[in-house]
């Protein structure tokens, strides 16, 4: 396809974006639902330094899976025409690097120990560590089922794997292991996935094949390495100073609100993003779709993503009560004032879900390293910044650095995409009016019900939450009928029968 083409091929990515993403949404709800239902249900088992421990192994073992694959996973699946031999070379170099970087943390483990202050942290490492090896051994077959789209498999992998982590995560926590538990957890999902991907994907024999051959899949492997490295120091910061100057006690707390309050943008990245990538990479030579497809799914995704976030936000107490339902004393409580404003970050964070995938999709990969660069520094000062009032005062000022840099973004994104400020701000547009017709009712609402009768937690969450979707669903059908429309469409895309009927009695019932 040349940059002649004027057919609008939106509509064709929008169709693989969605039926794609039919069979990974059944793989990640399933995982998800697992996962932070798990973690919910852990709250009431665990303590929260048992969390703030494990988040030390995550950041940690994290930044060597950044290393590990090279950025060759989402080189195979960018590169436009792709060869058996480079697939080859690519898992051989994968695998021989994973195991170079376990025993580099091996070794460093002690030091990070030391570091953070964090007893016995060398041992939880060394071990949590272990997935690098997975991770090194899969990351190749990963990237030729999402090339190939097969992402029912996926999502199958996904399921049971999470399916066998649950498990072993939720009885050993019973059986009182403690931090333990998430460790096992991590390994066991990993092990998982890894034993039924490699029988589900064969890889090419690995040949020697000359370096200008691979170059262009190492350049811009290396691209991606610096971008999601750029990524990583901004998202581990404030969770490296929050445990190392406060406690883990408090790195705990911070951790889980800040998990909650990024779960609508996880599970909708998790769905779409690997899906946009790929659907973008095949149309980056017809940007006009591109651009046209991407505004589609930015309002699908602020459609479901904000609501929910000023809901959590508002009701934070109600939302941690009811977590907490085996332990109403427990410490957990105080991750309430946390999640009121990590909620609000998260709403600025949804703002953003896909642009970096529409960037890469057309070959800034320097570009969005540099933004991440800037991201990473931004979010360091405003941690320290925030650090001299405590756990709350992080949260904060999290929360106006998201604020302040967003204008930036818009800036930015109008250079590489040639989306205009006012016409990215727009696509936001319905998700936020109807909220802010929203969130009065539900104060309105929650405030009734607990005056003057002190009724319980939940059905104070329950009453505000229905109330509140309510008014947002009537704004959206007399407000933004076309916007909300657009959305029913998109999921009708998904081309499943049960979806499209369920689309078809939504619109019924709406007369639409």
Request: hydrophobic share 50%; aromatic share 12%; net charge positive.
């Amino acid at each position: 396809m040349g940059s002649s083409i004027k057919s609008d091929n939106s509509g064709s990515i929008n169709s693989a974006i969605f039926r794609s993403g039919t069979f990974v949404l059944a793989g990640k709800m399933i995982r998800h639902i697992l996962m932070y239902g798990t973690q919910l249900f852990l709250i009431n088992l665990l303590a929260p330094q048992d969390f703030g421990m494990v988040r030390y192994v995550t950041i940690l073992v994290s930044f060597a899976i950044l290393l590990n694959e090279m950025g060759l996973t989402t080189a195979l699946v960018q590169k436009e025409k792709l060869y058996p031999e480079e697939i080859g070379v690519s898992f051989l170099l994968s695998l021989f690097w994973g195991l170079i970087l376990y025993a580099a943390v091996y070794i460093s483990a002690p030091y990070a120990e030391n570091f953070l202050n964090a007893e016995k942290l060398t041992t939880y490492l060394r071990t949590g560590a272990i997935v690098i090896i997975f991770s090194a051994a899969t990351s190749v077959h990963n990237a030729i089922l999402q090339r190939t789209m097969r992402y029912g498999m996926l999502a199958k992998i996904e399921a049971v794997a999470a399916l066998v982590s649950a498990s072993a995560t939720i009885a050993l926590a019973a059986l009182g292991y403690g931090a333990w538990a998430l460790v096992a957890g991590s390994l066991s999902y990993q092990c998982t996935s890894a034993v039924i991907i490699m029988f589900t994907v064969k890889i090419p024999k690995p040949e020697l094949i000359p370096f200008s051959r691979f170059k262009p899949l190492f350049y811009f492997g290396l691209g991606i390495i610096l971008l999601r490295l750029c990524d990583y120091a901004r998202y581990s910061i404030p969770f490296l100073i929050t445990g190392k100057f406060l406690n883990e006690a408090n790195l705990g707390l911070f951790s889980f609100a800040y998990d909650l309050a990024m779960l609508p943008r996880t599970i909708v990245h998790a769905i779409y993003g690997n899906v946009v990538l790929v659907s973008f990479s095949k149309f980056q030579n017809d940007p006009g779709s591109v651009n046209k497809s991407f505004a589609s799914i930015t309002i699908f995704a602020s459609l479901f993503a904000v609501p929910l976030l000023l809901t959590m936000s508002v009701m934070s107490e109600e939302v941690m009560q009811i977590i907490c339902f085996l332990k109403k004393d427990s410490e957990w409580i105080n991750a309430a004032t946390p999640l009121r404003w990590m909620a609000l970050t998260g709403v600025m964070y949804t703002l953003t879900i896909f642009p970096e995938s529409l960037w890469i999709s057309k070959g800034k990969v320097g570009s969005t390293v540099m933004w991440n660069f800037l991201m990473f520094v931004t979010m360091m000062i405003a941690t320290y910044v925030g650090l001299q009032w405590g756990l709350e005062g992080i949260c904060i000022a999290t929360l106006i650095r998201s604020i302040v840099v967003f204008a930036l973004f818009l800036i930015i994104n109008y250079r590489i995409t040639a989306i205009s400020p006012l016409e990215y701000t727009r696509l936001f547009l319905p998700a936020f009016a109807c909220s802010c017709f929203m969130i009065p009712v539900t104060l309105i609402t929650i405030s009734g019900i607990s005056w003057p009768s002190n009724w319980p937690r939940a059905v104070v969450l329950i009453s505000g939450s229905l109330t509140g979707f309510t008014s947002y669903m009537l704004c959206l059908r007399f407000g933004f009928k076309s916007s909300f429309l657009q959305s029913l469409n998109l999921l009708s895309s998904l081309k499943s029968p049960k979806s499209a009927s369920i689309v078809d009695r939504v619109k019924k019932v709406l007369q639409l």
